[in-house]
């Protein structure tokens, strides 16, 4: 079993930066794959990045590649996504997510996730 408890979002100016963690409780293994998944209102959860615990890949949407940076503490359990020059677009409710069988599975694929956190809320305000 794992747990995954998100924190750091909240209002932001278009523009400005956050940084959303995600602190996991459990058994982890450096071969998980953790991702970070985001839902705007009226719309699909989505793919926003992903990272193995070992750090050794990391995986990027199109829509953040050059924005946003997912990293690993662990020491702290602990996942990041690191938001820059962020947009209102990027408003939405940002979810952390733990593959734990990830071999040979897709990473942006939501399907193969088997933990998420509750969510927290990051705002863009033009």
């Known amino acids: 079993q794992v747990q995954l408890v998100e924190s750091g979002g909240g209002l932001v100016q278009a523009g400005g930066s956050l940084r959303l963690s995600c602190a996991a409780s459990?058994?982890?293994?450096?071969?998980?794959?953790m991702g970070w998944f985001r839902q705007a209102p009226g719309k699909e959860r989505e793919f926003v990045a992903a990272?193995?615990?070992?750090?050794?890949?990391?995986y990027y949407a199109d829509s953040v590649k050059g924005r946003f940076t997912i990293s690993t503490d662990n020491a702290r359990n602990t996942v990041f996504l690191q938001m820059n020059s962020l947009k209102p677009e990027d408003t939405a409710v940002y979810y952390c997510?733990?593959?734990?069988?990830?071999?040979?599975?897709?990473?942006?694929?939501?399907?193969?996730?088997?933990?998420w956190g509750q969510g927290t809320q990051v705002t863009v305000s033009s």
């Open positions: 997510a733990c593959n734990v069988y990830p071999w040979g599975s897709n990473p942006t694929a939501q399907h193969n996730y088997d933990y």
């Open positions: 459990g058994r982890i293994f450096s071969n998980y794959v």
């Open positions: 990272i193995r615990w070992s750090g050794s890949s990391t």
